[in-house]
Each structure stands twice: as C-alpha cells, then as structure tokens.
C-alpha cells in the first residue's frame, strides 16, 4: 500500500509567479484535500476534491485553485504569489468517510521571497 | 462555527513521566475528533480517532485519549513518554455536516532526557 506521495520537497518562487505542486493519493483514496501549514500553526484547510470535482473549501481567494485527475491524483495551483503564501502545503487523502481520518503526506516547502 | 482549541502552545516533560496534551472543541452534538503527530519536516500523522462508543480511545505508539462530552474536550494521554516523542501534536474536529478536519494550532511537545 503506497501512501502520499507530494512533489517538490522544497520549492523557492518570486512574489508574482505561478506555483504548481502535485500529490499522488494513497491508494484506493478517492478523496484528497489540501492544507497551507505556516510556521508555528496549525493546518488551514485550502479545498477538497471527491470524484475530480471541487466539494469543499476554506477562506481562500480564488487565486488558489485546484484539480484531480480520474486517477485520484491532485495538484494545487497559486498564481500572483505573495510573502504570506510561504508555508508548508499538505496534501492529505481518504476515503469520503469522516470517521475515517486522513492519510498525509511530507508536505512541500515553498517559499516566496 | 466549529473550533477547536489547544491552551498550551509548548509542554515540556522528562523522560519517563506522564504527558497529558489538552484539546476542547466547540461543537453542538458529538464530533469525529481525532489526534495527529507531525515530526519535524514531516507531514501528519494520525494517533487516535473518536466518534462513537467507548469514550477511552487507544491509539499507536502507546498514546490514548478520553472525550469527555461534559467539558467539551479530548485530552491525548500517555503513561511514559519517550524522547522519541517530541513532536508537534495536533487536535482535530469534524462534525456531523462535513467530511473535512478543522485542526487546532497544535502543541509542541519538547522531552527531556
């Protein structure tokens, strides 16, 4: 059983560019989720995708934006990028079970200088 | 609004002794209530989860914890802690309308020899 798999580890940008980071879900999870971690807090919930379609999402702008492919797997997209979206960005999968937990993966590093 | 609340941003225990991490929710009915550890540099890893039957939960790596509905809360326990446990500790909640975790801003926990 393969767990999340996120890419890159570590990603530095321009405030004003475009960021693309993908994650490959745990298998059989047909339910991803994104979260923006920033130092010394906790997850902040970005959106959720079930079945390629967006079912969920937090206090983001749309700025930030999302896809899943059929094969469960999900990027997460940041165009005008700004100081404040540097942070740790996890990608969790599951199954559409609340009771189920989620299954996280190393998170990417990104930071906008 | 669902949150969840962690009072102690940093808990400092010596090796051997017990640890209890506090975590309160606020929430109308029962919630899905879980416990996460996220070691440096790594993402999330689930510990524990909650949402029916008996109000003592054991989870891996010897942790439990026991919702008590009275005080709205969802104390992660361990007998002995280990140096190997120093991590951050993270409380989430979802409650019966949502699939998705709102999370708390974490408790980091520092053991020392």
């Known amino acids: 059983e393969t767990g999340v798999t996120q890419s890159p580890t570590h990603l530095i940008k321009t405030r004003g560019q475009q960021v693309t980071l993908r994650c490959s879900s745990q298998?059989?999870?047909?339910?991803v989720s994104w979260y923006q971690q920033a130092l010394g807090q906790g997850p902040q919930f970005i959106f959720q995708?079930?079945?390629?379609?967006?079912?969920g999402r937090g206090n983001f702008p749309p700025r930030f934006s999302g896809l899943q492919f059929p094969n469960y797997s999900s990027e997460l997209n940041v165009n005008a990028l700004e100081l404040d979206d540097s942070a740790l960005y996890l990608c969790?999968?599951?199954?559409?079970?609340?009771?189920?937990?989620?299954?996280f993966g190393s998170g990417t590093r990104l930071t906008v200088v | 609004a669902q949150s969840v609340t962690q009072p102690d941003i940093h808990i400092t225990v010596s090796e051997g002794a017990s640890l209890e991490l506090r975590c309160n929710y606020s929430?109308?009915?029962?919630?899905?209530l879980f416990w996460y550890v996220q070691s440096p540099g790594q993402g999330l890893q689930l510990l524990l989860k909650?949402?029916?039957?008996?109000?003592l939960v054991q989870g891996i790596k010897g942790f439990e914890a026991e919702f008590k509905r009275s005080q709205s809360s969802f104390n992660l326990r361990k007998p002995s802690v280990h140096w190997s446990d120093a991590a951050e500790y993270f409380c989430?909640?979802?409650?019966?309308?949502?699939?998705?975790?709102?999370f708390g801003r974490g408790t980091s926990l520092i053991v020392h020899p």
């Open positions: 969790a999968s599951s199954l559409p079970d609340r009771g189920g937990g989620y299954t």
């Open positions: 298998s059989g999870h047909n339910t």
């Open positions: 995708y079930y079945r390629e379609e967006e079912n």
């Open positions: 929430y109308g009915a029962t919630p899905y």
């Open positions: 909650y949402f029916s039957g008996d109000t």
């Open positions: 989430a909640v979802v409650h019966g309308g949502s699939y998705i975790p709102t």
